[in-house]
C-alpha cells in the first residue's frame, strides 16, 4: 500500500508538471486503474487477518464508515486460526 501511495503522488507529480487540467486522462489515472485490483485485494486480506468479511471494505460508502475500517487496519491480527484461516505471522520453529 505504502508503494501505491508513493507511486500515486509521484504521478500527481508529473501530471501537474505536464499541466494535466481536472478531467483529462494522465498517468495517475492510467496508474490508479492498473493497482485498483492489488488495493482491493490486500484491503480484503487485511481485513481477513482481524477476522471481519471482505465486505466490509465497502463500508466507507457511508462517510461514518471509515472510523471503523481504519481501526481494523490499524489493528493486531487475530491470534491463532479464524474462519479465513491461519495467522499468518506465526513461525515454525525448526
Do not use: A
Amino acid at each position: 500500500m505504502l508503494f501505491t501511495i508513493l507511486l500515486d503522488v509521484v504521478c500527481e507529480l508529473i501530471d501537474y508538471s505536464l499541466d494535466y487540467e481536472y478531467g483529462e486522462y494522465g498517468l495517475f489515472f492510467f496508474i490508479s486503474l492498473i493497482t485498483i485490483i492489488p488495493d482491493i485485494t490486500t484491503g480484503v486480506r487485511r481485513l481477513h487477518d482481524v477476522n471481519k468479511s471482505g465486505w466490509c471494505i465497502l463500508i466507507p460508502s457511508t462517510i461514518i464508515g471509515i472510523i471503523p475500517l481504519l481501526i481494523w487496519n490499524v489493528s493486531k491480527g487475530t491470534q491463532g486460526k479464524n474462519r479465513f484461516g491461519k495467522y499468518p505471522l506465526k513461525f515454525k520453529k525448526k
